[in-house]
């Protein structure tokens, strides 16, 4: 067996810890990570970065690397200087992640608004984007207004991630029956469990009970359809939904 010199060691169980921490993933990586450095180490980088990540290339791990190590104030300072230079759309956008990770959601809402003034009509990264930050910052009326701009340049048509965020504006700005309406449109197609907890919570509200246990039995199919390696962030959602609301169905 290839015996891996101490400093490269050391360097796996850092980086990923630090990135397990970050991303709340403590549990069970970091017993894992310190008591089996490289099995627990190269365990953690295939299943939680690596397959979800696609990072293969050097520029994508080197890339990575950076973003785990360097402080996120440094960052916006080099930004900051770099667009004072070169004063790009990409430099903007770059700005705006880098203050949306320091937590500052004004200044990353900020960024991203000046990069729609300068992008040519096919914005609809951006826009999607900025429609996530106001639901976060509870912004809920410019996050409808960004949706309907989407729903234009889409004919009227929304994906189920831009659904689900529809859904979760109309129900905070009191709009239950769009919301609803979101919500079953969406709820067959997005990705997470989260959707069905969010959909169950207003269900729940609304006193729909013999749809809280078909949405019940829907989230238990897709769980159980989902690929192994995907279900880990995924069954916190599935307990939620079977702690808080198995006591609300009908009897059958």
């Not at 403590?26 to 939680?48: H, N, Q, R, V």
């Not at 999607?128 to 996050?143: A, P």
Request: aromatic share 10%; hydrophobic share 40%; net charge positive.
């Amino acid at each position: 067996m290839v015996q891996l010199p101490a400093i490269v060691i050391i360097a796996l169980q850092l980086i990923t810890l630090v990135h397990a921490v970050k991303n709340g993933r403590t549990s069970p990586w970091i017993y894992l990570i310190l008591f089996l450095p490289i099995i627990g180490s190269l365990a953690y980088i295939y299943i939680e970065i690596l397959s979800q990540q696609r990072m293969f290339s050097l520029e994508g791990l080197t890339a990575f690397i950076d973003k785990l190590l360097t402080r996120p104030a440094q960052k916006i300072a080099r930004l900051e200087k770099e667009l004072s230079f070169i004063d790009t759309i990409t430099t903007r956008e770059n700005l705006a992640k880098a203050y949306f990770e320091a937590g500052n959601m004004v200044k990353a809402i900020e960024y991203y608004n000046s990069c729609l003034n300068n992008l040519p009509a096919n914005d609809l990264p951006i826009r999607n984007t900025l429609v996530k930050l106001y639901i976060k910052t509870k912004q809920y009326s410019q996050g409808l207004a960004e949706i309907s701009v989407i729903q234009k340049q889409r004919l009227g048509k929304l994906t189920s991630d831009e659904q689900f965020c529809l859904a979760q504006i109309q129900e905070n700005l009191g709009n239950y029956k769009e919301a609803l309406e979101s919500y079953s449109q969406a709820v067959n197609d997005y990705h997470s469990l989260e959707i069905n907890y969010r959909y169950l919570l207003l269900l729940t509200r609304q006193n729909k009970l013999a749809e809280i246990l078909e949405q019940m039995r829907l989230a238990q199919r897709k769980y159980e359809q989902m690929l192994p390696r995907l279900r880990g962030p995924e069954k916190t959602w599935l307990k939620s939904i079977e702690k808080e609301f198995s006591l609300k169905t009908p009897e059958v």
